[in-house]
């Protein structure tokens, strides 16, 4: 807390207390609160008058309303994924995805978190639609399935599929689809263009993420307003410096939160070492 008289702060910890002439603020945020995450910073730097930019979990596997979720736990593909937001823009990413007992997770997923969780966050409606074959267009992959069913002949349309997907998705697609599982393949030729547009965009309904306890970091935080974006002091209490996941910035995956969280810890704290210097 500051003294208005000499400027100073006395930072408590262990039942002491030591003076200082200024305080960098970089206790994190809500995320993995297993490793330390929490909301200390945030209800601090908010008594002091600094305003926040509503928090929620980003870089989190997110939830869907699949049907097969249990029934493919576990299962990895290579798909691209494309984000689609009600009242905004699609995006999209190539990767291993992951299928798990609530939805999906995997790189792809976890980068998309962002946009998804903001739309969630905002009450917008979100969908995502999977390309399990990306290294093949339509027509080619419904040409390679009119191919199968004709080779498979009398045997079952799921006896056709072993080879061409993973397993534990043969089933799931063949329902989806709405084509029988043992409806003999040869007779089923006509249906080919029905899968492969199935698999080159299985749409499904995002209907929320993970908690903090998987997220990879908090979106929101003390508005970046409150701060002054050269020297990151705060704009409410003289040499208080704010830095890291506490504000309001939240990157993409790729070592972007942690280059923020590196860079603006070195600007609040070489800043704060000049404040103190120069007696405020």
């Not at 792809?108 to 998804?116: F, H």
Request: overall charge negative.
């Amino acid at each position: 807390m500051e003294d208005a008289g000499d400027r100073s702060f006395t930072v408590i910890h262990g039942g002491e207390g030591t003076k200082a002439a200024a305080v960098v603020l970089a206790a994190g945020g809500k995320a993995m609160p297993h490793l330390g995450g929490g909301e200390s910073g945030i209800r601090l730097a908010t008594s002091l008058g600094h305003r926040l930019v509503p928090a929620y979990a980003g870089l989190v596997p997110l939830k869907t309303d699949c049907p097969y979720n249990r029934q493919l736990k576990g299962t990895k593909v290579d798909a691209t994924v494309t984000l689609d937001i009600a009242g905004g823009s699609t995006r999209s990413q190539r990767g291993e995805v992951l299928f798990t007992e609530y939805g999906l997770s995997g790189p792809p997923l976890i980068q998309l978190s962002l946009p998804a969780a903001s739309a969630l966050h905002d009450g917008r409606a979100v969908r995502l639609a999977l390309d399990l074959f990306p290294a093949w267009d339509q027509p080619t992959l419904s040409e390679h399935l009119r191919s199968r069913f004709e080779r498979a002949g009398d045997a079952p349309l799921e006896h056709a599929l072993i080879g061409f997907c993973n397993k534990r998705l043969i089933v799931p697609l063949l329902t989806t689809a709405g084509l029988a599982r043992t409806a003999p393949a040869g007779g089923s030729v006509a249906l080919a263009p029905r899968l492969a547009a199935l698999c080159k965009a299985w749409t499904m309904t995002v209907t929320g993420s993970l908690s903090y306890n998987e997220a990879h970091v908090m979106c929101g935080g003390i508005d970046c307003a409150d701060v002054d974006p050269e020297s990151l002091q705060s704009r409410k209490v003289e040499s208080l410096y704010l830095a890291g996941e506490l504000l309001d910035v939240t990157g993409d995956c790729g070592g972007y939160n942690l280059q923020w969280a590196w860079s603006s810890g070195h600007v609040a704290g070489s800043r704060a070492a000049e404040s103190a210097s120069h007696g405020g």
